[in-house]
């Protein structure tokens, strides 16, 4: 089973939802991720037959499916919200898929309904109606609608956004062993790095209605090509501070360090800095270290996350092993270890260097 | 008083237990919300219950001049209920609810299913629907008196000349009864429409993709994801339909005045023939209240069945 969307545009008026996309998904799970906005539920939409594409083709297994609607298409769906029919019971919302698809036997609906439901971990839950039930479990019932029949592709768009932070855990690792094997292509979009960090699966990274970049999550977490990348991929966000590059030398703010070889070409760049790579005691020889006010100290329990104005009105997060307490408007000194500096040019927001690079030079 | 210990109590730095109990056994004690309360108290007082207490005392007394009076107890109540007059007006009023409301439920549901959902053509729709709601009761007679009308009326005329049926109004009591429907339902079928369609509108498109999805055909649709979504204002659709149909007046008072004989003489009709046309205040009384609590009990049932029959 392949999925190729081949030069994919969609125009709403004079917007660009999503300007030519070309992929190749091949059978089990792809990620997609991107920020609000970035043209995931569009894509979703026209590679279900819900939006037709305004230009290119959607391919599923080496046929061109424009012509064919949805009803006829081999596809399932997975809503953020959860959408299951309000008057079945969550047996007949499971076996409704099954009892409308005319290759299904009809003997073995029953039997196909309990499977699914005992995977999704809502077996005993099977006699009730969905306004029952939790909103997790109103979720795994609308999971098991789309697995419970054998599709080409299975789309599911952002299914863990609307739940609580432990359900999301839990059913994020539920669905990791469930797609693992699937023989159809998946489809999971989210706008959240740590569930495309976690499935571990190759990720299409979409910004803008394009896309940004195809890869592994991991990778492109550690070396993201560019800003956008890296900025899609990181959870806590992060520091961007601005730079000049001076005779092989990058300057910021008071602070300098020498440049990584090869990009010289560029003057003006951002340093990225991951809140964790931040700390506050004395660092090693060569970090660069910046004079700073505390604003104020978020505390999660394994985290603090302290928040520091830098000279110049730069903002600056650190995040801190452990729960301390700070004062806001006390006095610190910032210290970030160069090797730990993504650099990216300006203007075109490539990665010029990054903290990896350097240690693949040396290794 | 006990206002002030409320208070007392509340500002108290205690701990949090402890506050939390004696919250419970004070909270209640402030009685300064009555003041809130009052004055709905009284216009409810001046608009309905004190109208109402002087039906009730009509209705048990027989009323000769304002000042000779005397009391019957509930004389009035039996004669009312055994009068086969108004039996046969209740029996009359209560099968015409009932084709008002299987009529117009389905339609009004229809015509929301069928209106667009979005674009222009939403508020177009929405306008010519709302129309006949627009109207004056007693225009709406008028407009229906003259359309069904064999000699001058467009609607009669053509059932008359075009489709060749005999069709007069005012002595078929058939054909009386079914221009008094027509008109309710053209009247009524709307505010239906518009309850429903906002019931409609309120589904997020998600739901309809995901029918689409599993291929499920218009009428599943309809049944497993419109139909239930549309509970509660259908509730509220019904119980309005019935209590106003069976309360009807002004339209057929305008178009048959209750005739061809009493084919449409309506609990209302009849009533007030009673009430204003012989001023017998007695009667009158007891047959209002009488009527009160036939529209208060079949709304009650018809409103408790249809919220059970949800869970």
Redesign the interface.
Known sequence: MALVLDGVCVRQRDEIWLDDINLELSSGMTVLIGPLGAGKTTLM?VV?G?HPPGAGRVIVDGKDVASIS????S???V?Q?F?N????TVHENIA??LR??RAFPKDQVDRRVGEVAELMGIGDLLPRRPSELSGGQQQRTAIARALARPVDVLLLDEPLANLDYKLREQLRGDLKSMFGQSKGVVLYSTSDPAEALGFAAPTVVLGEGRVRHVGDAADMYDRPPTLAVAATLSDPPLNLLPGVVRDGWIECMGASFEAPRAHARAERVVLGVRPHQVSIEGAGPGALAFPAEIRLAEVTGSATFLHLLLRGGTHLVAQLPGTRLFTPGQQATAYVDPAHVLVFDEAGGDLLASSTAEVDLHG | MTSQLAEDAGAETSPREEARGRQADLKPKNNRAWFLVLPVVVSVAFTAVIPLMTVVNFSVQDIFTPTDRIFVGLDWFRSISRDPEVRAAFLRTLLFSAQVLLVEIPLGVAIAVCMPRRGVSVSVALVVVALPLLIPWNVVGTIWQIFARGDIGLGGWTINNVLGIGFNYTLDSTDAWITVLLMDVWHWTPLVALLAYAGLRSI?D??F??A?????SAWATF???Q???LRGVLTIAVLLRFMDSFMIYTEPFVVTGGGPGNATSFLSILLSKIAVGQFDLGPAGAFSLLYFLIVQIISYVFFTVLTRSGR
Do not use: G
């Not at chain 1, 029919?85 to 079945?88: A, D, G, I, Q």
């Not at chain 2, 689409?212 to 499920?216: G, H, K, L, S």
């Open positions: 939409r279900a819900l949805v009803r006829k298409r596809v399932a769906f809503y919200q959408i029919y309000p008057s079945l409704s898929p409308l698809d | 997020p998600p739901y993709q995901a689409q999805i599993d291929a499920a049944r497993h994801i139909l239930p979504r």
